[in-house]
């Protein structure tokens, strides 16, 4: 399995900044997880919130440990709320199930990691956070 | 950045006090964080019931983690209940998303901490809170 | 049983500061707590670690969990290391057994409280907390 | 007070690997934590192990919120254990009391953060992270 380099990594968070400077976003976020959830690298622009890693962190979490991305989960929160409740009680409370947590995924569709991006609306996190993915030649999965 | 000294603290707290009791409210207890969402400063009023600082810690807390007022708040967990609920797993259920948690806003619009306050209604806590800030030459946003 | 007014606490922070200064020290963080080891009030010092309400509160919490002052329980846990962690273990990890932790005891010899101090050394944080209290008619234990 | 810039956030994290590679030390995992403690940028060399995040985060952790570096606190562990041990309750075990948590002072003397490099031996990580510090034209204080 191809890994995220810390070179892609960098990219993605550079892209998905540049994208929300371009789309006129608040300060954004970004986090990027590798494929066990762990922590890979995360930049918080000026004037974001102290408090905005962990919502990052948060997005990208639930993607990578489900498999499964932020849209997906949002659907699955709002169908059957007390099953994200209770997924959320097994991964210790650390899963926010909306937008913005995209999974990245290698030439051969596995996934490799997930991009998590808060500070503006969850779909305009989203968008940045897969163009961030694309700018680094992975595919994006919102 | 500007800090909130120990002496604007100090004011804010006394007058948001103040302001309770010309409205003849119920005990208020009445916290200040710094940007960092730490305490600064925090008074319990005779009569307040032991648990009160905890709730105007979480209060504040959320206000300066997410940099949204406690009405912001509010009107999140109405509209979209699980997303504040998995909000504060990764705050570790350090947040009440009412009004009375208060941003304090410098004179260039930056976050530089918030007032929590609790003890009567969420729109009463509010207004001492705004009070307090104001009394302190710093803008509040409810 | 007589509590610790808002009044009364005001003024142990205050003198407890006014020490600091006196003496030079570094900047300090004052706690008061109630007879349920319950925050009363608390100030941080300008420059002091944004991390030290906790620590204040740790110092008196134990002192008024145990009904045993800082110097008591440093000597404990010199003497018995075991014994002190197993005591924060029941108290979720919240106490700091070292001087700085006061007790306050009313009139008739009962404890009211406690107040905690850090910034300077142990002993130092312990002088200034003893002198607010004094301030205030109330009698440390150190 | 000077808040860390995300700019100078990438130089500290971009130079502290740099000299990581030049004396050839293991791959490192560098964090840059603000004034209030929280993650500002962080990166996870390729190599390094997947668990690295979260001590590097401790050992700045500590920094900020005591305001006491790493080497100091290292001095304070050997000194007076069960003290650290109790400090690191009240932080909910998120504090690692080694060198290589290096404080960033501004012109001034105030502390505006901390950052806290990992991978190597604890003075090889610490050399990193001042390195880093000077770099981006703020002061370490080891």
């Known amino acids: 399995m191809q890994e995220i380099s810390i070179t892609k990594a960098r990219t993605m968070i550079r892209k998905a900044i540049q994208k929300g400077r371009e789309l006129e976003l608040k300060p ?21 919130a102290p408090g ?27 169908a059957q709320g007390y099953f994200m409740n209770a997924v959320n009680g097994v991964y210790g409370g650390q899963v926010i199930p909306v937008p913005g947590g995209v999974l990245v995924r290698d030439k051969r569709g596995m996934v490799i990691g997930a991009v998590g991006v808060t500070g503006d609306s969850s779909d305009n996190d989203a968008i940045c956070a897969a163009f961030g993915i694309e700018a680094a030649n992975l595919a994006p999965e919102i």
Chains 1, 2, 3, 4 share one sequence.
Do not use: P
């Open 28 to 48: 954004l976020s970004v986090v990027v997880l590798d494929s066990g959830g762990h922590l890979k690298a995360f930049e918080r622009e000026d004037g974001a």
């Open 52 to 78: 905005r890693f962990a919502i990052a962190q948060a997005k990208a979490y639930g993607a990578v440990m489900l498999g499964m991305a932020g849209t997906a989960q949002m659907a699955r929160a709002e």
